[in-house]
């Protein structure tokens, strides 16, 4: 996970099968940078391309995390995709978490990181 304070950007990258230790460990990393960037509005690059399925307890430990996000200053959220499969239990978690509000997906960096830093208008004239 990187963090750049000048954008409020966090910068994460979720790989392979996640444990509930590992998630439990990101999660508690994740709600400290948005402490820390608190009041700003704060920006995510989520790299999920080769992220696998993961369990429903670690599904729910993330949406508990986008439910945090979405109360705690988060005002969008890029995600980057492959999988269907991951793609629909994310969608479920947005809905229940509130996230779906502030998430879009995007097939590469630039793009994400052009709609993060710019926001609707910017990547509608790009």
């Given amino acids: ?9 966090i910068d994460l990258v979720l790989d392979g099968l996640i444990r509930q230790e590992e998630m439990r460990k990101l999660a508690e990393e994740f709600k400290s940078i948005i402490r820390k960037l608190s009041g ?6 989520a790299d999920m391309r080769t992220l696998r399925a993961s369990s429903p307890e670690v599904a729910e430990m993330l949406g508990e995390v986008q439910r945090y996000a979405v109360q705690h200053g ?10 269907p499969l ?5 969608n479920r978690l947005e809905r229940e978490s509130g996230a779906a509000k ?8 630039q793009t994400a990181l052009h709609w993060l830093l710019h926001g609707e208008r910017a990547s509608l004239s790009a």
Avoid at 74 to 83: D, P
Avoid at 86 to 90: E, Y
Avoid at 102 to 109: E, H, L
């Fill in 86 to 90: 991951v793609a629909l239990q994310l």
């Fill in 102 to 109: 502030i998430v879009r997906r995007f097939g590469d960096d």
């Fill in 40 to 45: 700003r509005s704060i920006k995510v690059k």
């Fill in 1 to 9: 996970m990187d963090v750049d304070k000048q954008h409020a950007l």
């Fill in 74 to 83: 988060v005002m969008r959220m890029a995600e980057l995709v492959n999988s």
